[in-house]
C-alpha cells in the first residue's frame, strides 16, 4: 500500500517544473500522467533508457536465419528438382529471409515494448483519470502525512489546479 | 458544440470520439444491415455456389485462366498500401496533418488485406487445401515451394498483415484507455483489456514513441516488398506482356496511388457520417490532392515507359500484346483507365479543385475504378495474347465474378462500419497534439468533466 | 572435418543446377511435321488413354477444352496460294520448365526420366503454370466431368480421373512408361528396349509422324531423328530446354536456289 500526492496541472511546463522540484527536494522519481507524450521530460527526470531496440535488432537476426533455415532447410529434406534450378537457390531464399526478419522484428519489437512497459497490467497501479482527457498529473509517492504536506506545498506553488492524496493497492 | 476549429479544447475531441463509437443510431444500424446483406448476398452465396460447382463458375477459359478474382487480390493489396505506408513514411518525417486521418487510413490497411486474403480463397481451384501453402511439418512430410513467388506472396501477405494489425493496435493503446474510462458494462471490459492497464505515464509514452517509431521503420520496406512481389507472379513469367522488370515499381507506385485515392474517399464518408468535419477539413484534402498529383505523373510515367519498351524491344509477340492492349477487344477499358488514371488527376494543380470536398471524393472514386481496371488488363490482355496464335482466345467475366466483386466491396464496407464503433476511429492523443494545449483559467471554475 | 566435408558435398550437389546428376532415362521425342496429316488420331488416342473429360458443346464453345495433345492450325498465304501448317503440340516435358518453380505447393517437379510430372492429389488449382507455360499446353478442371455410359466403361484403370479444381497436362503417358520399366526389371534388369514404350499418340499416328524414346540411348530412333538437320525446338530462344523435337516441313520449292 503506497500512498501517492497526486497535482493536477493544466499546462504541462508547468506539471514538468513541478516534477523537477519534487524530485530536487528530495522525494522520489515522481511520474508525469498525460493525454499526449509532454516534451522536454528527459532534461528534467532523467534520461531513459529503453532495451526495445534490443529487441528489435535480435528479432530482426532471428527472423532472418530462421527463415533462411526454413527455406533452405525444407528444400533439402524434401529435395525437389524444380525448372532446372538447383535445390538451394539463393535469389528466392533472399526474400523469404527478408520476410521472415521483418515478420520477428516486429514481433519481437511488440514483446519489447510489452516487457519495457510492465503491460499487461496487472495489478492495479495509481491512475488518474482525468489525465486521459485534458489535465496533466504528477504522482509522487509519499510516506506519511507530513511528506504529503510537504509535496502539497511544492505542487501548489508550481500551479496545481487540484491536489489529492491516492492510495495504490499492492 | 463549438463551431471554429481552432477554439477545439481537448475535452471536445475526447467527447466527439467517444462519442462517435457509443452512440449509435438508426442510420448506422440501417447501413451495417444493408452492408452485410449484400456481403451475404454478393459474394458469399456465389461463393458457395463456386465451391460446389468448380471454378467454371467464373468466366475463366483456356487460355485465360486467370480472371477478375486475382484482379481484385491485387487491387485490394494496393489499396492497403496506401494507411500503413503512409502513415508510416509521415510517421518517420513528423508531418502534422498525418494525425486526424491516419488510425482509419490504417484501418483502410487492414481489412483490405483482410478481403485480398479471401479473394484469394475465392480463386483457388481446390481452397480447402490452402493450408498446404503453410509450412507446417505434418505427416506427408512436404513442405511448399519456396522458390513460388506465390509462396512470397503468402509469407509477404502474412507478414503484412500482422504488422499492420499490430501497428494499429499499438497506436491505439492510449486512446482504448481514454476510452476505458468513458464506458460502462460490456465495453468497459473490453476496453480495460484492450488498453492492457495503459495509464499515461511519461515512461509509457516514451516506450510507445520508440516501439511505434520502430514498428514504422520495419513496415515501409516491408510494404514496399508486398506488393513488389504480388507484382513477381506475374513477372516472374515468361509470358510477353508480363515478363517485365518495371511490373516491381509499377505495382508498387500503382497500390500507393489507389491507396491514397481510397484514404480520401474514406476520409469523406468520416467526414459526413461521424460528423468530423473539425478534424478532417480542407488542408488535409490539399495534401492528399498533391500527393495524388506526384502519382499520377509517375503512374502515367511507368505506362508510357512499359509501352514505349514493348514498342522498342522489336519482338514480335511483345508488339502483337501492346496492339492488343490498346487497340484489341478490351480497349475501351484500356482508354478508360488512362483517362481516369492520367488525364483527369491533372485537375489536382488547381488548389480550388483540391480543396473541394466532393469533386476530391469523384476523382478518387473515377481513380480506384480506372485503377482496378489497369489491374484486369494486366491479367486479361496478357493472357490472351502469347506466344503461340494457335492457343490466343478471349475471356469474359461472368456474373458470378460481377457479383462476387460487388460483394467484396460490400465485405469491406461491413468491416469497416464495425471497426468505427469499437476503434476510435480518429487518433485522440495525436489530434490533441496538434493543438494548444489548455490554459489555465485565472478565476474560471474547472472545466470539471464533460458530459 | 568429416562433418565439413559432409556439408561441403551436400552444398555442392544441392547447388547443382538441375540437382540430378543424371537422368535415368530421358524421355524424349521428334515429331515429322512433312508426315503430320492433322488426323487428331493422336488427340482421339490420348483422350481415351488418359481419361480425358468430355467437356461438351457448351463448354468447348467458352474455351474450356481440355486437350493434352492438340493440332495447332496456321494459314499460311492468299487464295488460291494458300497452305495449312499442322503442329501437334503437347506438354514439351522442359528441362527447364517454367511450370515447375511457380506451383506454391511443388505439384509439378522434374522426375528422374526427365519427366515434367504433375501430381494431382497435391495441386490446389492456383493455375499461375497454365500462365507461366509459353506453349499453353497445361489444361484446367472448371468442373466435375462424367461420362455419359457407355463411355464410363471404356475408362483406362491405370490413370486415375481428375476432380474440379485441378491441373493436368499430357505426361508422355507415365503409366505406360511405369509398365515397361516394371516389366524390364521384372524381366532380368535391364533398360528399356527401345520401342517398347509408345505413348498413345505415338502408337495411333497412321503416319508414324511421332517418335518416342529414350534420347539417353544413342542407338534408339528418336536419338537419330533429333539429330536431322531439319530438327528444331519450338519457342527454343525462352531457354525452356524442351524435350520435344520438331522436324521442319521442307516445302517442294525450298529446293530451288533462288
Keep these: 500500500m503506497t500512498n501517492f500526492a497526486i497535482g493536477l496541472f493544466r499546462e504541462p511546463h508547468a506539471a514538468l517544473a513541478a516534477a523537477g522540484t519534487l524530485k530536487r527536494a528530495g522525494f522520489a522519481t515522481p511520474e508525469l500522467q498525460s493525454p499526449v507524450p509532454i516534451e522536454g521530460v528527459e532534461e528534467v527526470l532523467g534520461e531513459k533508457k529503453s532495451a526495445i531496440k534490443h529487441f528489435t535488432f535480435f528479432g530482426g537476426l532471428i527472423g532472418g536465419i530462421s527463415g533462411f533455415s526454413l527455406a533452405a532447410g525444407t528444400a533439402v529434406l524434401w529435395a525437389h528438382p524444380v525448372g532446372g534450378r538447383p535445390i538451394i537457390t539463393i535469389p528466392p531464399y533472399l526474400i523469404i529471409t527478408y520476410e521472415l526478419a521483418i515478420l520477428f522484428g516486429i514481433l519481437f519489437t511488440l514483446a519489447g515494448f510489452f516487457i519495457s512497459a510492465r503491460f499487461p497490467a496487472i495489478r492495479e497501479r495509481v491512475y488518474v483519470p482525468e489525465a486521459a482527457v485534458d489535465r496533466f498529473a504528477v504522482t509522487v509517492a509519499c510516506d506519511d502525512g507530513e511528506t504529503f504536506k510537504r509535496a502539497e506545498v511544492i505542487l501548489r506553488e508550481s500551479g496545481a489546479e487540484q491536489v489529492r492524496a491516492q492510495t495504490e493497492e499492492g | 458544440m463549438p463551431a471554429e476549429s481552432n477554439d477545439l479544447q481537448y475535452a471536445d475531441i475526447h467527447r466527439d470520439v467517444v462519442r462517435s463509437i457509443v452512440e449509435t443510431g438508426r442510420t448506422y444500424y440501417i447501413t451495417l444491415a444493408t452492408a452485410a446483406g449484400i456481403t451475404l448476398v454478393c459474394f458469399f452465396f456465389p461463393w458457395f455456389y463456386q465451391l460446389y460447382y468448380g471454378i467454371g463458375a467464373a468466366g475463366m477459359n483456356h487460355p485465360g485462366v486467370w480472371g477478375t478474382y486475382l484482379a481484385s487480390f491485387i487491387f485490394w493489396i494496393g489499396l492497403s498500401h496506401s494507411g500503413t505506408l503512409l502513415s508510416c513514411v509521415l510517421h518517420l518525417t513528423n508531418s502534422p496533418w498525418r494525425k486526424a486521418i491516419y488510425r482509419s487510413a490504417e484501418a483502410m490497411t487492414l481489412f483490405s488485406l483482410m478481403v485480398a486474403a479471401t479473394m484469394v480463397m475465392v480463386h483457388l481451384g481446390r481452397p480447402w487445401f490452402i493450408h498446404w501453402t503453410v509450412p507446417y511439418p505434418n505427416q506427408m512430410e512436404l513442405w511448399p515451394n519456396f522458390r513460388s513467388p506465390l509462396l512470397f506472396d503468402v509469407m509477404a501477405v502474412t507478414t503484412y498483415l500482422t504488422g499492420s494489425s499490430l501497428f494499429i493496435y499499438m497506436g491505439t493503446i492510449p486512446d482504448f484507455a481514454a476510452v476505458r474510462d468513458r464506458t460502462t458494462g460490456w465495453r468497459n471490459h473490453m476496453y480495460s483489456l484492450l488498453s492492457l492497464g495503459w495509464r499515461g505515464t511519461d515512461k509509457e509514452w516514451h516506450r510507445l514513441h520508440w516501439a511505434y517509431t520502430f514498428l514504422a521503420v520495419l513496415i515501409i520496406p516491408l510494404a514496399v516488398s508486398v506488393h513488389s512481389i504480388v507484382s513477381w507472379d506475374f513477372a516472374m513469367s515468361i509470358v510477353p506482356a508480363l515478363h517485365q522488370t518495371i511490373f516491381a515499381p509499377y505495382f508498387v507506385v500503382g497500390a500507393i496511388y489507389s491507396g491514397t485515392a481510397g484514404i480520401v474517399t474514406v476520409m469523406f464518408v468520416l467526414r459526413k457520417s461521424m460528423n468530423f468535419g473539425q478534424y478532417i477539413n480542407a488542408s488535409h484534402f490539399d495534401n492528399l490532392g498533391k500527393l495524388l498529383l506526384v502519382l499520377s505523373l509517375l503512374w502515367t510515367y511507368i505506362n508510357v515507359v512499359e509501352l514505349f519498351t514493348g514498342w522498342y524491344s522489336g519482338t514480335s509477340t511483345e508488339y502483337e500484346a501492346l496492339k492488343y492492349k490498346l487497340f484489341g477487344y478490351y480497349a475501351l477499358m484500356y482508354w478508360e483507365m488512362i483517362l481516369f488514371c492520367a488525364v483527369l488527376p491533372l485537375l489536382c494543380i488547381f488548389k480550388r479543385f483540391r480543396t473541394s470536398f466532393l469533386p476530391m471524393l469523384i476523382l478518387s472514386i473515377a481513380i480506384n475504378i480506372g485503377m482496378y481496371t489497369e489491374r484486369f488488363l494486366i491479367i486479361a490482355t496478357s493472357l490472351s495474347r502469347q506466344y503461340l496464335p494457335d492457343a490466343w482466345g478471349l475471356y469474359v467475366p461472368s456474373l458470378v465474378e460481377i457479383s462476387i466483386l460487388i460483394g467484396s466491396l460490400a465485405l469491406f464496407v461491413t468491416m469497416f462500419l464495425l471497426f468505427v464503433k469499437i476503434f476510435p476511429s480518429v487518433s485522440m492523443y495525436e489530434v490533441k497534439e496538434t493543438m494548444d494545449t489548455p490554459k489555465a483559467e485565472p478565476a474560471a471554475p474547472p472545466q470539471g468533466s464533460p458530459a | ?258
Design chain 3, 1 to 258: 572435418m568429416n562433418f565439413l566435408e559432409r556439408f561441403a558435398a551436400g552444398w555442392r550437389k544441392n547447388r547443382k543446377p538441375g540437382y540430378y546428376d543424371e537422368f535415368d532415362y530421358h524421355w524424349s521425342m521428334t515429331i515429322d511435321l512433312d508426315r503430320c496429316t492433322g488426323c487428331e488420331a493422336c488427340v482421339t488416342a490420348c483422350q481415351a488413354e488418359n481419361n480425358l473429360p468430355i467437356v461438351g458443346e457448351k463448354a468447348m464453345a467458352k474455351g474450356r477444352e481440355v486437350q493434352w495433345i492438340r493440332i495447332e492450325r496456321y494459314w499460311e498465304g492468299e487464295y488460291p496460294d494458300i497452305k495449312l501448317r499442322f503442329i501437334p503440340m503437347m506438354c514439351q516435358q522442359c528441362d527447364a520448365a517454367p511450370c515447375e518453380t511457380v506451383c506454391p505447393v511443388s505439384a509439378t517437379y522434374h522426375n528422374q526420366d526427365g519427366l515434367n510430372t504433375q501430381i494431382y492429389n497435391r495441386c490446389i488449382g492456383t493455375r499461375s503454370c497454365a500462365v507461366y507455360c509459353p506453349y499453353e499446353v497445361r489444361y484446367f478442371n472448371y468442373n466435375d466431368h462424367k461420362w455419359d455410359s457407355p463411355l464410363d466403361q471404356q475408362l483406362n484403370p491405370d490413370v486415375t480421373v481428375r476432380e474440379k479444381g485441378v491441373m493436368e497436362k499430357c505426361t508422355f503417358c507415365i503409366q505406360r512408361i511405369r509398365q515397361a520399366k516394371d516389366h524390364a526389371k521384372d524381366d532380368g534388369r535391364r533398360r528399356v528396349r527401345d520401342g517398347e514404350v509408345q505413348p498413345a499418340c505415338v502408337q495411333s499416328c497412321p503416319t508414324q509422324a511421332l517418335v518416342f524414346g529414350d534420347a539417353k540411348d544413342p542407338t534408339s530412333q528418336v536419338s537419330k531423328s533429333m539429330n536431322d538437320p531439319r530438327a528444331y525446338r519450338v519457342l527454343d530462344e525462352l531457354n525452356t530446354a524442351p524435350s520435344v523435337v520438331y522436324l521442319k516441313k521442307v516445302e517442294a520449292k525450298d529446293n530451288h536456289a533462288g
